[in-house]
């Protein structure tokens, strides 16, 4: 489980995230990435009423919130993240969510590795 200092839970920190971020994707979640206020680095999730009934979107929002513990060393700091879930992370296990989520991770610091060198 993410500690609470980990945790991005503000409406107004994800509108700022959704509103100056960066965004990538693949076919089962979206990744917002922008600079944090404060020292630290924090993770949101937001699992839409279209993936499903409460059970469905709570399920995928522990599963989202395990795998990002695995992956904590791949964060930057000083960054807030705000992960979105699409349809089709419905049927995947951990694990894929997991491989998901790195690729994301992935992307965004080869984005902006490409941004620098320009």
């Known amino acids: 489980m993410l500690k609470k200092t ?3 839970t503000r409406r107004n920190d ?7 971020g960066k965004s990538v994707a693949n076919y089962s979640m979206v990744l917002y990435v922008a600079p944090s206020r404060n020292q630290s680095m924090r993770i949101g999730f937001s699992v839409s009423k279209k993936i499903g009934k409460a059970v469905v ?31 089709g992370i419905k049927e ?27």
Request: glycine share 2%.
């Open 6 to 8: 980990y945790r991005l």
């Open 14 to 20: 994800f509108r700022r995230v959704y509103g100056r």
């Open 57 to 87: 979107r709570n399920r995928v929002k522990r599963l989202m919130r395990e795998a990002s513990f695995h992956l904590l060393p791949s964060f930057s700091p000083y960054k807030d993240y705000v992960f979105i879930a699409r349809n």
């Open 92 to 118: 995947q296990s951990l694990l894929e969510i997991e491989k998901q989520m790195a690729s994301l991770l992935k992307k965004i610091k080869e984005n902006k590795k490409i941004e620098q060198s320009r």
